[in-house]
């Protein structure tokens, strides 16, 4: 049994072994690594009909079997099977014959399996929380602790490895013959680099200095080198092809300048990528101190190194804003879910996942509900003309063969020389899994996330084994990314390390007041197209928006109830309930858009508070801030009376009066009483205000509603 945290060299330490074993003694060795929590009891042990009574073999039966038959000369070669994955007795207790002396396997058909004396087990395994004693007495053990591998002994062995890649592996598109010197040039020159670089200071002070950041996942310093290097290596790549179409090589100094940033800026993102936006500036102002890099800071002492990126015209510092387009909307383009407004947030993030992506690294988006996470994800695979995306929801209760299936919709098995092979249906193309809230899932009762344990698997070993065939299947040309809320929101379980430690981590946070002010300010200037005489309206139309958005976060909590959520989604369909009452008017007046704006803005935010004296603040601070970013407008007559707003006394969605609105829904109560309800109802004013609540959600664009009551308060009545 080996035993250790993830990262610290179990792995590595057998499969040296095993080569080093194959090398000096001249025998075949075979490796077979099975993960027993991803598939069931049966299709590892095998099983028994109980009506024919005729045994199955399970994918272990099966391997011992072969070995025991001897038909293709098994007896002359090594067999070590892994069991790489978390030990509990549900399975492992089979295994205590096949442990012990006996050396037996005992299937319940009465046939005896011997253990042969060129077959080993091992267990490679995080710890032995839920394994018995029974299990552990009968196997060697091995403790891998944190000095084992320490993290200057993890960066050479990364810079060994890209010393030994080649960066035109990471795309099919071969590079130009012409420029091999070039391509020598940059990977001689980042090795070169790198070494003088980490002589001047060591990459223990850098991480040291990360730990002290506070990060969304618990961090891991394998995990932020590895990100370094895929950052770093896909970054050679894109500068590799952008000189390939030039007419002369580049300069040395040229190179030089746009590595020493590159290497700069990969440091900032992989070491403080999954920390917040604060964290990150002050990690930048930390790199920009050390020795390598005094003299790579911006021209503007007072900007964040956050805020440039590499120029690979000249190498040198280019500010995001200037990469970020001004784009303008078509109004109908405001209820399109995938419309998207660039803003320098977005723009830097897809920058980064367009990279880690180029070098097929997994990459993990974590952030609050409504923060953008699968835009951006999206708006990043666009870049990309040779991936498929395959859109994955979990759920508490995702399988393995959920996800398996899933893949097989979207894949071909194909039999070659070497195996079975699962590959995306479109030649030549990647295909991306993406899998969306990816920390519900629920642990079994030893603490297992099965879906986890197979994508950690499927990244790993690039494979997994095929219950029904007992075959294993390698992939092909299959990536994956995920999104989830933060580990500390309800529902959600933390993600193992062992999985965690394969991907790159980047925290999406909701965007800033700035960034808020560009999105809107772009949804409502496309709003106002159809009103001309309303357009000078739409910068204090998202003033006023985000300030109420601002407050309402900030005054109400999920403490006081768990439903107070407030996300930038909320501005969103402030912005579409604005837009599918104007669409069809013609004319507007400054009273009546305020009024509109208002009528929406407490239907957002006033209609799920629970108490009176909260829908009375609420109400106050929209008649101020009204009052604040209108002053040319008669707010006091814009707000006054009730504002209710309905499609039913008209075909279009318009302001209405109460007491023509009851008559109306009183004319046909009593049609609606004899088909749909045993008793009548009584119309009073809090009845017609829900039900034209209820109305105007139901009649949105992905109107989705909740309602929150005690029993018996009349829920489903109103939905009726």
Avoid at 273 to 291: N, P, T
Avoid at 554 to 565: D, K, L, P, R
Wanted: aromatic share 10%.
């Amino acid at each position: 049994m080996l035993v250790g945290r993830s990262g610290k060299g179990k792995t590595s330490t057998y499969q040296t072994l095993l080569s080093a074993l194959e090398s000096v003694e001249s025998v075949e060795s075979v490796c077979h690594v099975l993960d027993a929590k991803i598939i069931s009891k049966d299709t590892l042990f095998g099983f028994l009909d109980a009506t024919t009574r005729e045994w199955t073999d399970g994918i272990f039966t099966s391997i011992l079997r072969k070995i025991v038959e001897n038909l293709r000369g098994e007896n002359k070669k090594r067999y070590w099977i892994i069991f790489n994955g978390d030990v509990d007795p549900e399975w492992v207790e089979n295994l205590n014959s096949v442990l012990d002396d006996n050396k037996v396997l005992t299937l319940p058909n009465g046939e005896r399996i011997e253990l042969l004396a060129n077959v080993r087990l091992i267990f490679e395994v995080e710890n032995l929380k839920y394994a018995t004693p029974a299990t552990i007495s009968r196997c060697g053990m091995i403790w891998y602790g944190d000095d084992i591998v320490n993290a200057s002994m993890y960066f050479q062995s990364e810079l060994h490895r890209l010393k030994r890649s080649d960066i035109e592996d990471t795309e099919d598109e071969p590079i130009p013959i012409s420029t091999e010197m070039t391509r020598e040039r940059i990977l001689d020159r980042v090795n070169e680099m790198l070494h003088k670089i980490f002589q001047e200071t060591s990459i223990e002070d850098i991480i040291v200095k990360a730990e002290q950041l506070v990060h969304i996942m618990e961090f891991s310093y394998s995990r932020a080198i590895s990100s370094f290097f895929s950052l770093l290596k896909s970054s050679c790549l894109n500068y590799q092809r952008l000189k390939s179409q030039d007419d002369f090589a580049p300069s040395q100094e040229l190179i030089d300048g746009y590595i020493l940033r590159t290497i700069l800026s990969s440091l900032l993102w992989s070491f403080s990528g999954d920390s917040s936006l604060e964290d990150r500036k002050k990690y930048g102002k930390y790199l920009l101190q050390l020795a390598p890099f005094v003299n790579s800071s911006p021209a503007d002492p007072f900007d964040s190194l956050l805020d440039f990126d590499v120029s690979a015209d000249n190498g040198q510092w280019i500010p995001w804003v200037n990469r970020v387009p001004q784009v303008e909307l078509e109004s109908q383009a405001v209820v399109s879910t995938d419309a998207v407004v660039p803003t320098i947030d977005t723009q830097r993030h897809q920058d980064l996942i367009y990279r880690l992506l180029q070098d097929h690294k997994p990459v993990l988006l974590c952030g609050p509900p409504g923060s953008g996470k699968t835009m951006t994800l999206f708006s990043a695979l666009r870049q990309s003309r040779n991936m498929d995306v395959m859109g994955l929801n979990f759920s508490k209760s995702t399988t393995p063969t959920l996800l398996i299936k899933s893949l097989e919709q979207h894949c071909t098995y194909h039999r070659t020389i070497n195996g079975t092979v699962l590959s995306p249906t479109q030649i030549g193309r990647w295909l991306v899994v993406f899998c969306d809230e990816i920390n519900l899932p629920a642990n079994d009762k030893y603490g297992t996330q099965r879906v986890i344990s197979l994508l950690r698997q499927m990244i790993e070993e690039n494979g997994f084994w095929k219950e029904d065939e007992r075959k294993w299947v390698s992939l092909s040309r299959v990536q994956f990314v995920g999104a989830c809320n933060p580990p500390t929101d309800a529902g959600r379980t933390p993600l193992s390390a062992r999985f965690l430690r394969h991907t790159a981590i980047i925290l999406v946070d909701s965007p800033g007041t700035l960034s808020l002010e560009q999105i809107y300010l772009t949804f409502n200037r496309s709003i106002l197209k159809s009103i001309p005489s309303l357009r000078h309206f739409s910068d204090s139309l998202t003033n006023a928006m985000i300030e109420v958005f601002v407050r309402s976060k900030e005054h109400f909590t999920s403490q006081q109830s768990s439903h107070y959520i407030y996300s930038p989604r909320e501005l969103t369909r402030w912005c579409r309930g604005i837009f599918e009452a104007i669409r069809h008017w013609d004319e507007l007046s400054d009273e009546g858009l305020i009024r509109l704006w208002a009528h929406e803005g407490l239907r957002l935010f006033s209609d799920r508070l629970i108490g009176k004296h909260e829908r009375d603040w609420t109400w106050d601070m929209i008649r101020e801030v009204a009052s604040k970013h209108f002053p040319g407008a008669d707010v006091r007559t814009a707000l006054n009376g009730s504002i209710l707003y309905s499609s039913w006394l008209s075909r279009t969605y318009s302001p209405v009066e109460q007491e023509t609105l009851r008559q109306f829904i009183k004319a046909r109560m009593k049609t609606f009483c004899e088909e749909e309800l045993d008793t009548p109802l009584v119309l009073f004013d809090d009845l017609l205000d829900h039900i034209l609540r209820i109305d105007r959600v139901l009649r949105q664009p992905q109107g989705h509603l909740i309602l929150i009551g005690v029993s018996s308060s009349g829920k489903v009545s109103l939905i009726h």
